[in-house]
């Protein structure tokens, strides 16, 4: 329980800085790739997450094409750690930061971002001061769904993290060993809290996302 | 003082090609919906770039194609007040008056807040949100907002059409005071013939991207050159 909710609140921080980031980059910019970026930062959300859970270890693993060099570094590897499943979950966590985000920024009215350009002020202060304040329910509503993602997160946590006890064994894995192990009574505990808990913050996310001005 | 307009601007179909030069001076763009008079104020203000032309602000070059110079809107200190306003509905009419006052130092903005709160009427408005004042209180904090930093030229944007009658005749006095007091250049854009003549200094008529004519308000209800400038001032004749 603590575990899982310092790896989701960790995550969680993540996403919020990375996906409002990314999601104004989607949004407002105007690049070359643009599409093809949000295809890739969105697969996550729709692949099952022991192939995301693949790709992180081709990536992160001690032989991955990053972790290699952190490990020849440091001599150090993130996978079967507890950042590890920070990891698993902020990837698979972000496409519904980003989505929610993205909505948002792209709802503010584009007279309100004019106005301020021609009162003087940069497109950073205009970002800051006028588009993320406007944004702000669509993204206090990704970071509170991002957040009970990260807490149910499961396939992709087992791939690179593992089931540690102690260490990575989150809600999630452990109530899968638990239910493996024959142990209905403690998972069962752990489904109906894990159940609430999702519930409480689905709820939170549409009162967030209706609250307007 | 003054502004002048050499642009040319293609966009989906239809071709903005325009020419004309106003002084100290509050000059009406006339036309019907379609016609180019907001595209027009947004290449002005820089909001859009024109595909070839010349823009000057009070003698500053704000756009030339031909010397490769396009000022950002942030740079061009023109006042812009939208059709619907767009105050913005987070801040306060305070926050949202002293959001203008890029540049100008805290004191400053203090002493200038005081100022314009008395000129404008909204002394008791000031704590208010955007949604919970007027319509005509909104437009005195719009033109508050956008004159705040003395900027070089007003650009109006059809700002009194979604008014009833009394108000919008309210807010035409109010406008020939605001042109009075700030003794800058003003660009009205509007549909509206009766409107047209009660504030144009110069009226520039517009259709189908075209300036159809120029000339005092007088010249051109009394003697239009063209049956199109004739049937868009309401004279019939179609």
Request: aromatic residues 10%; contains cysteine.
């Amino acid at each position: 329980m603590r575990l899982s909710l310092q790896v989701a609140a960790v995550a969680t921080i993540f996403v919020v800085v990375i996906g409002v980031a990314a999601a104004y980059l989607l949004a407002r910019g105007n690049f070359r790739g643009k599409e093809a970026l949000d295809v890739i930062l969105t697969l996550p959300l729709v692949l099952p997450p022991t192939v995301t859970g693949y790709y992180l270890i081709i990536a992160f693993g001690r032989n991955g094409f990053i972790g290699k060099y952190i490990y020849d570094l440091t001599g150090w590897t993130i996978m079967f750690t507890w950042y590890a499943a920070v990891l698993a979950s902020f990837v698979v966590a972000l496409p519904l930061m980003i989505k929610t985000t993205r909505a948002a920024i792209e709802s503010v009215d584009n007279n309100l971002i004019d106005a301020s350009y021609t009162l003087g002020r940069s497109r950073f202060e205009t970002a800051v001061r006028v588009i993320l304040p406007l944004a702000k329910k669509g993204i206090v509503a990704g970071a509170v769904l991002s957040f009970a993602r990260a807490m149910g997160e499961f396939g992709a946590t087992l791939m690179i993290a593992g089931n540690l006890p102690g260490k990575t064994d989150t809600m999630p894995i452990a109530i899968y060993s638990l239910a493996a192990g024959g142990d209905w009574e403690q998972a069962g505990g752990m489904v109906i809290l894990l159940t609430l808990m999702a519930g409480v913050f689905l709820y939170l996310a549409n009162h967030y996302s209706k609250r307007v001005f | 003082m003054g502004l002048s307009v050499d642009i040319k601007k293609q966009v989906n179909g239809f071709l903005l090609d325009v020419s004309w030069e106003i002084g100290n001076e509050l000059a009406v763009l006339f036309g019907y919906s379609g016609a180019g008079k907001t595209l027009t104020l947004k290449l002005i203000a820089g909001l859009m770039k024109p595909d070839r032309g010349l823009v000057e602000s009070s003698g500053i070059v704000c756009f030339d194609s031909q010397r490769n110079i396009d000022l950002p809107p942030q740079m061009r200190c023109l006042g812009y007040v939208f059709q619907d306003l767009s105050l913005f509905p987070h801040m306060s009419v305070r926050e949202n008056i002293l959001y203008g006052a890029k540049g100008i130092s805290k004191s400053e903005g203090k002493c200038r807040l005081a100022e314009f709160a008395d000129k404008f009427h909204i002394q008791d408005i000031q704590d208010r949100m955007p949604a919970e004042i007027s319509g005509g209180q909104k437009q005195r904090v719009a033109f508050a907002r956008a004159l705040f930093r003395r900027p070089a030229a007003l650009l109006l944007d059809e700002p009194f059409s979604a008014l009833d009658r009394p108000l919008r005749l309210e807010m035409q006095a109010f406008l020939k005071g605001v042109r009075r007091d700030f003794d800058v250049p003003v660009i009205l854009v509007t549909h509206d013939p009766g409107e047209a003549r009660a504030l144009a200094d110069r009226m520039i008529v517009y259709s189908d991207g075209k300036v159809m004519q120029t000339g005092k308000p007088s010249e051109i209800f009394d003697s239009p050159q063209t049956d199109e400038v004739k049937r868009l001032v309401g004279m019939g004749s179609s």
